[in-house]
């Protein structure tokens, strides 16, 4: 099935698809998905899923295009550049997220925002913070030991290798290194340009951060070695505690918990073109509850902000949801989904589906 895709995706571009893109059959539909990898705001990454989507739409092989992005981060960059401050900041906010949903609208075809609400993130995150703490305050407890098992099953399902999966070259590929500091520049732009204040807050904090560090390392430059060793094994273990809190929480809720989510939205619309499941909804938001602190914060790292929740909210207002109800059985068979993500992404999911572990979110 993999093959036959690969096959279909080179007589579309002309030629093996970039080491960016994956092809699929979605063994339980037979429908055809393309993951396209991203950088996020890398021009390279821009141009690759522009090209993508409009090989597919003038093949007329272009389904519905599935998004790295919620309802809630999406409605916030499009109400910023309905403004004229917006106007003017239109080449920083816009991604390849609003990239992929401009050709897609274009091309009459759907736009789903796939992601996780950033709500439900923002309250996976405290929880997953006190449990990493509690599990790492109890050795003796089995706490180290269901901290290993669970951020092991996390990375087993989120990260995985070989074949049929993005390499090291796609992540180091040098078209995307060359534009790389395009991206590195327009990250705390957009930052600064969603969230004046709070991006403030943080690039005071680090600030404050460095100047504090380059005392530290003018005074153990004069200390004696002994407190020269008791500092650096201070060092290291405060290392080593960031680490172990930040890597659970980055492969558990930042990555498993939202490819799940994902993946599920990208099996609706492989349903749908099966003519399986005329879904209308992905119905796999994740619930929103208020996330606080954490939800804000993590709003100023998430790649692209849109619109209105409501019954059909995971679809983009404006995209021809319609055309794809109405296809017929004939015209329906063929199409891809598209799914427009982060190149951490790109391999779990592509797990989930591939070896059918999508799991009902409903």
Request: net charge negative.
């Given at each position: ?17 970039a080491p960016q893109i994956i092809d699929l059959i979605e063994p339980t539909t037979g429908t055809p998905v393309r993951i396209i990898g991203t950088m996020h ?48 900041l239109e080449p920083v906010l816009t991604s390849e997220m609003k990239a992929a949903s401009d050709r897609a609208t274009a091309a009459g075809r759907p736009v ?233 992404h790109a391999n779990g999911i592509v797990k989930l589906l591939k070896e059918e572990l999508v799991p009902s979110l409903d």
């Amino acid at each position: 099935d993999d093959v036959a895709a690969a096959a279909a995706a080179a007589a579309i571009n002309d030629g093996p698809a970039a080491p960016q893109i994956i092809d699929l059959i979605e063994p339980t539909t037979g429908t055809p998905v393309r993951i396209i990898g991203t950088m996020h705001y890398n021009p390279t990454s821009i141009r690759q899923v522009q090209n993508s989507i409009d090989d597919l739409a003038s093949a007329d092989m272009l389904g519905s295009v599935v998004v790295e992005s919620c309802e809630i981060r999406w409605n916030k960059t499009m109400e910023i550049l309905a403004t004229p401050r917006g106007k003017l900041l239109e080449p920083v906010l816009t991604s390849e997220m609003k990239a992929a949903s401009d050709r897609a609208t274009a091309a009459g075809r759907p736009v789903v925002l796939g992601d996780q609400l950033i709500d439900a993130t923002g309250k996976r995150l405290g929880e997953e913070f006190k449990a990493t703490l509690r599990d790492l305050a109890s050795p003796l407890g089995g706490g180290w030991g269901r901290y290993y098992q669970e951020l092991t099953e996390a990375a087993e399902m989120a990260l995985p290798t070989g074949p049929g999966y993005l390499s090291p070259l796609s992540f180091f590929d040098p078209r995307l290194l060359i534009a790389a500091p395009v991206s590195f520049a327009k990250y705390p732009l957009s930052f600064l340009a969603r969230n004046p204040l709070s991006t403030a807050l943080v690039l005071s904090a680090l600030a404050g951060l460095t100047v504090l560090d380059n005392q530290n390392a003018a005074s153990f430059a004069d200390a004696s070695v002994q407190d020269q060793v008791s500092s650096l094994a201070f060092s290291f273990a405060f290392a080593a505690l960031e680490f172990a809190i930040l890597g659970r929480i980055m492969v558990r809720v930042l990555l498993a918990e939202r490819n799940e989510v994902i993946a599920k939205n990208i099996l609706d619309q492989c349903r749908m073109y099966s003519g399986g499941d005329d879904t209308t909804s992905s119905g796999s938001r994740g619930e929103s509850s208020g996330g606080g602190f954490l939800s804000k914060l993590l709003e100023l790292f998430s790649p692209e902000p849109a619109v209105t929740e409501g019954e059909d909210g995971a679809y983009l207002p404006g995209s021809a949801l319609s055309a794809a109800l109405s296809d017929t059985e004939n015209n329906r068979e063929g199409k891809y989904v598209v799914a427009v993500l982060g190149m951490a992404h790109a391999n779990g999911i592509v797990k989930l589906l591939k070896e059918e572990l999508v799991p009902s979110l409903d």
